[in-house]
């Protein structure tokens, strides 16, 4: 399989808990792996989760204690959460920061991380 910076198919994140969380942007990070969740610049402090350690694996790939996977159809809520995040990019305008890279990684830069 690719490497999980250039595949652009949706993926998710699973915790050892079992918590499931859909992926909307990743960026590599000197600590690990930088992930946000769909809609994440539409509040007032993004949220940025940080998986420290080494990447493992060409898909499923293991960081730590979680689990990067590719969405799958049996993902029926996070197929639909994914969709509406698609249809929203579709229309939001060329220069929401959503579209720019260089944007994303600044503001990520600044964030505190969740996890």
């Known amino acids: 399989m690719a490497d999980v910076f250039t595949l652009r198919a949706p993926l998710l994140v699973r915790y050892q808990n079992g918590k499931q969380c859909l992926i909307a942007e990743k960026f590599l990070h000197p600590e690990g792996l ?6 994440w610049l539409d509040s007032e402090l993004p949220e940025v989760h940080l998986l420290k350690g080494e990447i493992k694996g060409e898909g499923p790939w293991k960081i730590g204690d979680v689990i990067i996977r590719l969405l799958s159809c049996a993902d029926t809520e996070q197929a639909m959460e994914w969709a509406q995040w698609q249809q929203f990019l579709l229309s939001c305008p060329e220069q929401h920061a959503y579209h720019d890279n260089q944007q994303k990684r600044a503001i990520i830069s600044q964030a505190s991380f969740s996890d």
């Open 34 to 39: 930088v992930y946000v969740k769909p809609f």
